[in-house]
């Protein structure tokens, strides 16, 4: 988001223009800032045979989806309907990773039917596999390395109580299972969670990764998931694309070396592609002062963006109205009969009722995680491409909220 002329723009185009063009509260992503985070991911890791699967659960617009798939990109889905959602985009099934966990294996079977790769996370599901496969059909299994990521265990899913993947403690387990009904692996994942700030977290869940391969000999590719953290407020500490990328890179190609051919690297990255091209547009309905806060009452909730709510997750606040106000110790919050506060003692630009008050870092998880609490719509999506705003999803109405009721006579 830039200052131009004393007006907020993203890819070129005024946010209070689209404010008023599509009305708030509307989610607005950058084409531009999508398309520059990926191609900065593969190019860092150009020497190695890279696919990089985005995690649409991240951002599952359709129009999103097809941008990133120009670019050459692959999907990572964890439902079913995500898996629908990719190809009904385009994606070829050979391009698309399923990963869920604690899905029944009906899930699993309309996956494989599909012809997607499977990425298998419990032995229980790993055994029925086999059972109704054999060797006939390859899947992957996904390792938990049991690493903490960052320090948040809300978003960290490598840790030792994580419900997601199979404990590295149980590979022979696994190992037992696999020879038991000759299932083929030829892929290892792990995915330790978000906010990993250096190449270290990640070199030490590839030693373990590297070691467990020496026990599958019919391996395509690794994948070692994502978690790169993105900046949410100044100053924040981010992983150096380029730096992990250089040591991953070379201890890849000695681990290649050693296993006596060369293998595709995969990672899943959602965050760290659409985080940053998010803007999230609402109104300011009213200001009410107590005797102690001075609060803005926007016309959005946690509905619409609970990752602060849920996750502690920060974001940077703007009234994009009044860019050249005095700055004033507001606390932001929402119209959802709950507390539902976006953020504390924020310093804003002077607001007055009515104006646009922008958060920012909200293409990630924001949209995708939104609901109908307190009976309320899900706002519209835009996406700047090409110096153009484009409506690439409308805003509920009330016929969307009652659209699958059914009446009854009582």
């Not at 960052?150 to 199979?166: A, C, E, L, P, R």
């Not at 020496?214 to 100044?234: H, N, Q, R, T, W």
Request: glycine content about 8%; some cysteine; charged content about 20%.
């Amino acid at each position: 988001m830039e200052i131009k002329e004393n007006e907020y723009t993203a890819g070129g185009i005024s946010l209070l223009e689209i404010a008023e063009t599509f009305g708030t509260p509307v989610y607005v992503y950058d084409g531009g800032k999508i398309i520059a985070q990926y191609k900065r991911l593969k190019k860092a890791f150009e020497p190695l045979n890279v696919k990089i699967k985005y995690a649409c659960k991240a951002l599952n617009n359709s129009a999103i989806l097809k941008l990133l798939k120009s670019e050459g990109a692959g999907l990572d889905t964890v439902s079913i309907n995500e898996l629908l959602l990719g190809l009904r985009a385009g994606f070829p099934p050979n391009e698309i990773i399923f990963t869920p966990n604690c899905v029944s294996f009906a899930e699993i079977k309309e996956a494989v039917a599909h012809k997607v790769h499977i990425n298998i996370d419990n032995i229980s599901i790993l055994e029925q596999f086999g059972a109704e496969y054999g060797n006939s059909i390859p899947c992957c299994i996904r390792l938990n390395p049991h690493i903490l990521a960052g320090g948040n265990t809300k978003i960290s899913t490598g840790h030792i109580d994580s419900k997601f993947g199979i404990s590295i403690y149980q590979l022979r387990h696994v190992l037992r299972v696999i020879k038991t009904y000759n299932i083929k692996v030829n892929g290892l994942h792990m995915h330790t969670g978000s906010d990993i700030l250096d190449a270290g977290v990640f070199l030490q869940g590839a030693e373990i990764l590297f070691e467990a391969a020496k026990d599958f000999p019919d391996l395509d590719f690794i994948d070692f998931g994502s978690g790169f953290k993105v900046a949410y407020k100044e100053g924040d500490v981010t992983t150096d694309i380029e730096d992990l990328a250089a040591a991953i890179t070379q201890r890849f190609q000695e681990f290649c070396k050693e296993y006596g051919r060369n293998l595709e690297l995969w990672f899943e990255p959602g965050k760290f592609i659409v985080s940053e091209s998010g803007y999230f547009l609402t109104k300011c309905n009213v200001i009410k002062q107590t005797t102690a806060t001075v609060f803005v009452g926007i016309n959005s909730g946690l509905n619409h963006l609970i990752r602060p709510m849920l996750y502690d997750a920060y974001h940077e606040i703007v009234n994009i109205s009044n860019p050249t106000g005095k700055p004033r110790i507001y606390t932001v919050v929402g119209y959802i009969c709950e507390t539902d506060t976006f953020g504390w003692d924020r310093k804003l630009n002077e607001v007055h009722e009515g104006d646009i008050i922008c958060f920012k870092n909200a293409g990630a998880y924001g949209f995708t995680m939104s609901s109908n609490y307190n009976a309320r719509f899900r706002p519209a999506e835009v996406l700047i491409y090409k110096n153009q705003a484009h409506l690439i999803r409308k805003a509920e109405n009330f016929e969307d909220l009652t659209r699958n009721e059914i009446e009854i006579n009582l």
